[in-house]
């Protein structure tokens, strides 16, 4: 099985929240293509009440098993890329998970702690993802199955009006 990976970068959301037991949240933001030369938790800017930071770099893989999953992001209309983060022991959040496939993707959020947003795929992860999906997809063709013919002749007697076989007896209360 072929297996490609890509390195991205990912970018985090710090939105302050009008709640009186929190105070902010953190959700993924956006992926970008390739990895910064900035350290991990850099600041990005603000925009309003929400601050974006560069969470750290992540290792997106492509395996040529799971090309048809490719297929449904690329032509959803929106290609995404799903990210999880998941809080560590001292309460610091880190990128758990990255994927392009999206029932890997769906999968994520059977994780309740985490939080898992599903961001824009970058133009050039989308490029790659794409000469993927062309080199290495093999379409699988869909076969029904057929029931087995069973021959009428190899059942042998049913038993029908034999008594206690396959027809009720008539018991109390049947008005007999």
């Known amino acids: 099985m072929a297996v490609h990976h890509i390195a991205i970068g990912v970018v985090v959301a ?6 009186p037991w929190v105070d902010h949240e953190w959700a993924p933001a956006a992926v970008l293509p390739g ?10 800017g603000r925009e309003g009440e929400t601050e974006s930071w560069y969470a ?8 040529s098993g799971e090309t048809a999953h490719y297929r449904d992001n690329l032509v959803s209309g929106r290609p995404s890329i799903w990210v999880a ?16 496939d999206p029932y890997e993707g769906e999968a994520f959020v059977d994780t ?5 947003e599903a961001v824009p795929m ?5 490029v790659e993802l794409s000469a993927f999906f062309e080199a290495h997809h093999v379409e699988e063709p869909f076969f029904k199955r057929k029931r087995d013919r069973q ?3 190899s059942m042998g007697s049913r038993g029908i009006g034999q008594p206690g076989k396959f027809r009720r007896d008539p018991g109390p209360g049947d008005g007999q």
């Open 151 to 153: 021959d009428p002749d």
């Open 85 to 100: 983060l998941r809080e560590d022991a001292e309460g610091r959040w880190q990128v758990a998970a990255v994927t392009a």
């Open 35 to 44: 990895v910064p030369a900035v350290e991990p938790w850099t600041f990005i």
């Open 112 to 116: 309740v702690t985490d939080r898992v």
């Open 56 to 63: 750290g770099p992540a290792e997106l893989s492509f395996h």
């Open 14 to 19: 710090k939105k302050k929240l009008s709640n």
């Open 122 to 126: 970058p133009h050039e992860v989308m």
